[in-house]
């Protein structure tokens, strides 16, 4: 368990680049940042990819649903800033050695891809990352496929209500910890929140010492960490 809070990129860093963009990635990487949360679906072709929405109307200028594209014709559409929507295997070279945590977060709560566990836990295997994934999702069900085809990793439940039981819950789920929109004082299970853009409830997390925070802008979030320079 790590004795410090780690701040990590929701989706990149948003505060000045498209989301889940390999700029905003890069950037925060340049920029010492902990770690990066992003998201990952599967193409029509089984390519894993990363953006948070089912669709890609929000954050591009196509419309119609990720699993109804091939890879390929994915990159035909672009992102606010004119890149494409990135691969999971981009990040994984981009970060590949690199000092950052990932956390990996299968969008499988509302479309459960077939095979999405297998397919990115072999990925992810073949590539050598200073620090172990972090994989999460809002699906309890994802998590325990995942656990079935490696149970070495670190499995995480997203929530966005108060957990009852947690610690059964861990146990039972094989969970390493939970990713919480509030705080709930879990002790002997990494706690990681979000989405923490104020820094008031930044500093009083920090005093609480959770195991991470995820925030749009990790350069504040710099700032305020007791004795992080920037």
């Given at each position: 368990m790590i004795d410090e809070t780690l701040i990590f990129g929701h989706r990149g860093y948003p505060a000045k680049f498209p989301e889940n963009s390999l700029s905003g990635f890069s950037y925060a990487i340049d920029h010492a940042i902990d770690g990066l949360e992003f998201d990952v679906h599967l193409t029509k072709d089984n390519i894993p990819v990363i953006m948070h929405d089912e669709k890609i109307n929000r954050t591009t200028n196509g419309r119609?649903?990720?699993?109804?594209?091939?890879?390929?014709?994915?990159?035909?559409?672009?992102?606010?800033?004119?890149?494409?929507?990135?691969?999971?295997?981009?990040?994984?070279?981009?970060?590949?050695?690199?000092?950052?945590?990932?956390?990996?977060?299968?969008?499988?709560?509302?479309?459960?891809?077939?095979?999405?566990?297998?397919?990115?836990?072999?990925?992810?295997?073949?590539?050598?990352?200073?620090?172990?994934?972090?994989?999460?999702s809002f699906s309890l069900q994802t998590l325990k496929n995942a656990y079935r085809v490696d149970a070495h990793q670190q499995y995480c439940l997203l929530s966005d209500h108060v957990l009852h039981q947690p610690q059964r819950l861990a146990q039972i789920a094989h969970l390493s910890g939970v990713h919480l929109k509030h705080y709930q004082n879990l002790p002997n299970l990494e706690e990681r929140i979000w989405t923490v853009d104020d820094p008031q409830k930044m500093k009083q997390l920090f005093e609480k010492r959770v195991a991470g925070i995820i925030t749009d802008d990790f350069e504040m979030a710099q700032s305020v960490k007791p004795g992080v320079l920037v």
């Open positions: 119609g649903k990720i699993r109804q594209y091939t890879f390929d014709e994915l990159q035909q559409f672009q992102l606010s800033n004119g890149e494409t929507i990135p691969s999971l295997e981009q990040l994984l070279q981009l970060v590949a050695q690199r000092r950052v945590y990932l956390n990996l977060e299968f969008k499988t709560d509302r479309v459960h891809y077939t095979n999405i566990e297998k397919i990115v836990l072999d990925m992810v295997r073949d590539y050598d990352l200073v620090y172990p994934v972090i994989y999460s």
